[in-house]
């Protein structure tokens, strides 16, 4: 049965919009067909996908990765996921920082959501905003969704990126198995309108959003 993730946090620059991509040309590659939309508008997933556009075929290797074209309108989310549901396996909403009201309407149709959270201080405060948000809307019963904490843009070999699961491990919800690490080839790619897998498909970078598509892959 077709689901759909949100990928959410009040807070930005997390690495919302990079998971998006990258996790969902991850698991299209297992042959699900795979659509994101982009609800920021900011645009930047949009920005990364007229990148795309100007790529030569031979470049692109995800035939399974759909981007949705149109203006996504959140009042209308219900009807627009129930319909678009007919066409996909998985549906992945890359979500705007800040926008409460359309990130709840975006939780509310959800069956997942995955809260990225990078390794600095001031991410633990809003995250936390966002754990309660959504620990609220599941207890009133306006969510269905199973939430998971991914930490991102981890900074390896540092005492703070160490103790970091640690850290957040004071809010009630589960953390990803699969870490996201700084690297810079993931700075590069919203330059470039790649994937990791298409950009560096030999890296550790690579290896990570491989190891988190697998481990997403189990929810489906
Ligand atoms: N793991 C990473 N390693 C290196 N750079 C990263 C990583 N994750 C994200 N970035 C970079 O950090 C910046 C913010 O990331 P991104 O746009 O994915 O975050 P966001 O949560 O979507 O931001 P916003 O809230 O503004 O939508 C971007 O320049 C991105 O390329
Ligand atoms: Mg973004």
Redesign the pocket.
């Known amino acids: 049965m077709s689901k759909v993730i949100s990928i959410v ?1 009040i807070k ?8 998006s991509i990258n996790l969902s040309a991850g698991i299209s590659d297992t042959g699900r067909k795979i659509l994101l939309i982009d609800t ?1 508008p ?1 645009e ?1 997933a949009t920005d990364w996908v007229r990148k795309r556009n100007e790529l030569n075929e031979s470049e692109i290797t995800h035939k399974n990765f759909h981007f949705y074209n149109n203006e996504f309108k959140p009042l209308k989310a219900k009807e627009t996921i129930a319909a678009l549901k007919k066409d996909y396996d998985l549906i992945i909403f ?1 979500n ?2 800040k926008d409460y009201q359309t990130v709840i309407r975006i939780i509310a149709n959800s069956d997942f959501c995955i809260i ?1 959270i990078s390794t600095s201080a001031s991410d633990i405060k809003s995250t936390k905003q966002m754990v309660d948000i959504i620990q609220e809307g599941k207890r009133k019963k306006l969510f269905n969704v199973s939430p998971f904490l991914l930490i ?2 981890k900074f390896i070999g540092t005492t703070v990126g160490n103790q970091f699961r640690q850290t957040i491990n004071i809010m009630d919800i589960p953390i990803m198995k699969t870490e ?5 080839s ?2 590069e ?2 330059y470039l309108g790649k994937t990791i897998f298409e950009y560096e498909g030999n890296s550790f970078a690579a290896d990570e959003f491989r190891s988190l598509a697998k481990e997403v892959t189990k929810w489906l």
Do not use: E
Not at 180 to 184: A, E, Q
């Open positions: 946090n930005g620059g997390v690495g919302k919009t990079t998971i920021d900011q930047s890359d705007p920082p990225p991102s843009n996201i690490n700084h690297r810079i993931l700075l790619l919203s």
